[in-house]
């Protein structure tokens, strides 16, 4: 097989990634001397801190000078750099390779697998999860195991802290964690031992919740948190649309647990009853674990609270989803179904993003094969004698993480080694697919995904069988019950060779196959992450320069070498893609994976609550394990997005393109600073004047609003998405401001409304006219994490752009009271109405933010706008986020929420 090696040198965000994540550390940074390369804290913010990889160029004491990679001088403490011992992708490969080859059992033993190790490790073609490549080697404390499913919190105060105290150890070692509520008893449930009434499972998921969000992992990731539900519990409705009161649960993903007694229920049209355990049973506190059939099977009693339609519940997990893209939806009974320890550990939960249902104690191990390494360019097909190669030395490279990671918890342990379920993933599917010229999604992708993942499963079993022959059946393991799960029946259908191995040798792991997203590693290494399409091939990226142009290296290269060409049909992106396409996608690759999928159906920003509908009812259909849409726009926390920003023309140069060059981040902050030094002064010497009016203004009488007002909506780009700014006139003047911006129940809906709310009332009183000024003067130019737009049309802030807003609106008006239809050049198109067309530019709102995905006219690339709704990251503080896989990655530093 011939490949195009790539250099190991990383640069840019792979390697601030790969510094920042996954590098050994030297943990006393007064080690630190001239030459090392290090990270440097530029911003030291508790809760959005910036770093920048450079080089110490010099070293007094404990003063140090670095040279960032934007050649910039950074003077700092030696206290705010990260030292790393390794610099290289090479001296992590060494450190892995020893690490897991240590568990084997003779030195011989030991040499000859860490040379195998290292072999599926150079080149990045096995790319081990986040978790091990960060501490195997490096540290006795750190977990090797990406994410733990804890039991159900038994129902009582003690039971749910010690579950709280659990999550918490377990998070700041690196984990994500699941947990399923479904044990904790419904709200206003009688609690006999304080004579009052339960709060509910869903006010102890937002303490989860809460908790969640003060766990700093490590200093670059936060606590990762899955809540579930299943579908018979009382509070299910609450927890479907818990995120819609803001506040309660803000530091979790949530996904339902459904039946297929309930899925027949909403094809039918049937009743769904809501249930609970009968509390006052002797056995309850000691027996109820949240397993509602096993209670049930020992003869418990059940309470029934209330019988619903269920497609009542259905609808609301629908709309919700549509929404906000959440919850989440797991078809846990078949799952169970398909699990292959169906017959001793039911699976009751699944990690943060999705991928690993877990029973109580279970982890995820996780590591991914980089499918883009394995294109046999000769052959024009995959290498498969290679790719057969790598999966078997990473099925052993990953059992071995189960013996060679610290326990804190002997549950974990036990549990783990009883089972040893493992999840070997790949990533760079997308990139291997158009080698081979084939378009994801299309009936041929289908094929070849059967065929490729496949091919896949069997070798992982193959070799998970070889391994049992040599050390051992996991503990757990009985022929007969095992080979008669779902995946068993299925894979021995297709390749009765596993089938006579797994009779003959046994079998060393429950589980071998999961597809997770793998955000922060495949960012790093430079494919496509997980499963997924390209989100696009060409896109603007804010970081700490500015809007950066991006571009997907395979697809760069083909217009390089094709200039007077679009790209092939074959290059595709996620949203050029149909919502049932990528479920269909999916649906093929489930079939082989014993666990699950992260994946995301991308859906347009005209998907209805219908389509939604029928989409999630055709992955339970097709066999899919659980399903997450995203619809364009539906959150205020989009980043990305595949509509091509909008050119704008220089007044007096038809066509020409406005070009600015963006400003590094210390510049905008100094500059941010000289403004508000200069404003100040003004304030002191207006201060007075404001002082001795403030008196006057209050007693001046409140101008109460008439049933009728009249006015003009502006839509306007913000950094946190499309803003519609309703200004509504009084006698003429400006006298009240209505901000529509970001999803009902979100900070940036909140903070819009309040600033309109508070405008609102500033005009109500005194001196309109002077007013409309004074509040223009205020609220221009005020700036946040970041900016959008360039020269005139460059919007700070939501606070800036009702200023601009209010200018045009003034500068505008030609009749009073009348409404106005114009477009202001010189900020935004806006949208004008009167309120008599409410409803009218509400749907305008909804239809027309988002637009859908356009192609230049050279290249034919897919260009994504800088995005049209943004979510802050928690590790670099840039708007930055984007909702894929079923995961919020940073593309600017790499932050995963799962990973």
Avoid at 689 to 703: E, G, I, N, P
Avoid at 765 to 776: A, C, Q, R, S
Avoid at 873 to 893: M, R
Wanted: aromatic letters at 8%; one cysteine or more.
């Amino acid at each position: 097989m011939k490949t195009n090696k790539r250099s190991h040198k990383l640069e840019g965000l792979s390697e601030k990634i790969f510094l920042d994540r996954y590098a050994w550390k030297n943990a006393d940074s007064n080690h630190a001397k001239v030459g090392d390369v290090v990270l440097v804290l530029t911003k030291d913010d508790p809760k959005f801190p910036t770093k920048e990889v450079g080089e110490i160029i010099e070293r007094e004491g404990q003063l140090v000078q670095v040279r960032t990679r934007s050649g910039e001088i950074v003077k700092t403490d030696v206290e705010k750099l990260t030292l790393n011992i390794e610099k290289t992708p090479e001296e992590m490969w060494d450190r892995l390779a020893k690490a897991m080859a240590s568990v084997e059992s003779t030195p011989e033993q030991r040499t000859t697998w860490e040379s195998r190790f290292r072999s599926v490790l150079d080149d990045w073609k096995l790319v081990p999860g986040g978790r091990i490549a960060a501490g195997a080697g490096a540290s006795d404390e750190l977990t090797l195991f990406n994410c733990y499913v804890i039991p159900s919190p038994q129902d009582s105060r003690g039971g749910i802290m010690k579950t709280l105290t659990e999550m918490t150890e377990i998070m700041a070692r690196g984990g994500g964690v699941g947990i399923n509520l479904s044990s904790l008893r419904p709200r206003r449930a009688v609690v006999k031992g304080v004579n009052g009434s339960s709060s509910g499972s869903v006010s102890w998921g937002g303490l989860f919740s809460y908790t969640t969000g003060l766990i700093e992992q490590g200093g670059s990731r936060r606590g990762a948190l899955m809540l579930m539900m299943n579908d018979w519990h009382p509070d299910v409705l609450d927890f479907i649309t818990v995120k819609q009161t803001m506040g309660q649960v803000t530091n979790a993903n949530l996904s339902v647990c459904v039946s297929n007694g309930f899925m027949e229920a909403v094809k039918q049209d049937g009743d769904w009853e809501l249930v609970f355990p009968d509390t006052t049973d002797p056995n309850y506190d000691n027996e109820w674990n949240g397993d509602l059939q096993q209670w049930r099977d020992t003869g418990r009693s059940v309470i029934p609270y209330r019988r619903v339609k269920a497609r009542d519940i259905w609808r609301t997990i629908i709309e919700s989803a549509w929404k906000s893209a959440e919850p989440g939806v797991v078809f846990m009974e078949y799952y169970n179904q398909m699990s292959n320890s169906w017959y001793f550990n039911p699976i009751i939960c699944t990690n943060p993003c999705g991928e690993q249902g877990l029973p109580g104690w279970g982890v995820c191990n996780l590591s991914a094969i980089n499918l883009s390494k394995f294109y046999d360019a000769d052959a024009d097909d995959v290498a498969w004698g290679e790719l057969a190669e790598t999966t078997r030395v990473s099925a052993r490279f990953l059992d071995n993480v189960i013996d060679a990671t610290p326990y804190h918890f002997e549950e974990n342990r036990q549990n783990q080694q009883h089972e040893r379920r493992v999840g070997l993933g790949t990533m760079g599917l997308a990139e291997l697919m158009i080698k081979l010229r084939i378009r994801y999604g299309s009936p041929e992708s289908l094929e070849f995904l059967d065929k490729l993942y496949g091919f896949i499963a069997k070798e992982a079993y193959l070799a998970s069988a070889e391994i049992a022959a040599e050390k051992g059946s996991f503990p757990a393991f009985e022929v007969e019950p095992y080979l008669q799960s779902g995946f068993m029946e299925n894979m021995i259908a297709t390749y009765p060779e596993v089938g006579e191995a797994i009779r003959k040798q046994g079998i060393r792991n429950v589980t071998l196959i999961t597809q997770a997203p793998t955000g922060s590693t495949g960012t790093m290494v430079g494919t496509s992450t997980g499963i997924e399409p390209y989100f696009a091939f060409k896109y603007f990226r804010q970081s700490r320069l500015g809007y950066d142009e991006q571009f997907v290296p395979i697809a760069q290269e083909w217009l390089d070498a094709h200039p007077d060409d679009s790209l092939p049909a074959y290059f595709v992106t996620a949203m050029d893609l149909s919502a049932e396409n990528h479920i269909r996608v999916q649906a093929a690759i489930q079939q082989w994976v014993d666990s699950s999928i992260s994946k995301t159906a991308n859906c347009p920003a005209d998907f209805t609550v219908e389509d939604t509908a029928q989409l999630y009812e055709l992955a339970y259909d097709l066999g899919c394990k659980g399903v997450t849409i995203y619809r364009d726009g539906s959150r205020d926390v989009q980043v990305l997005s595949t509509s091509k920003k909008e050119e704008v023309k220089e007044e007096g140069q038809e066509g020409a393109k406005v070009q600015e060059t963006h400003e590094t981040q210390e510049k905008v902050l100094n500059k941010q600073e000289s403004t508000s030094e200069v404003e100040a002064g003004s304030e002191a010497v207006a201060g007075s004047d404001v002082a001795a009016t403030s008196a006057k203004v209050l007693d001046k009488q409140y101008r109460s609003r008439p049933q009728v007002l009249r006015g003009a909506t502006y839509k306007i780009n913000t950094p946190f998405g499309m803003a519609y700014i309703t200004i509504n006139d009084l006698d003429g003047i400006p006298a009240e401001i209505f901000l529509n911006v970001g999803k009902a129940g979100s900070d940036v809906f909140a903070m819009a409304e309040a600033l309109g709310r508070v405008c609102s009332l500033f005009l109500r009183y005194g001196d309109h006219g002077h007013k409309v000024e004074l509040l223009i003067k205020h609220l221009k130019g005020i700036g946040g994490s970041g900016a959008i737009g360039f020269g005139v049309n460059r919007v700070e802030s939501i606070a800036d752009a009702v200023a601009k807003a209010l200018e045009s609106h003034v500068q505008n008006q030609s009749i009073e009271n009348e409404p106005k239809l114009s477009v202001n050049h010189n900020h935004s198109d806006s949208i004008q109405t009167d309120a008599g067309n409410a409803e009218a530019w509400r749907e305008d709102l909804i239809k027309d933010t988002y637009h859908a995905a356009t192609h230049e006219s050279t290249g034919g690339m897919g260009r994504a706008s800088i995005a049209e709704s943004r979510d802050l990251c928690p590790s670099c503080g840039s708007a930055t986020l984007i909702n894929l896989e079923g995961c919020k990655t940073c593309s600017n530093c790499g932050y995963s929420k799962c990973s």
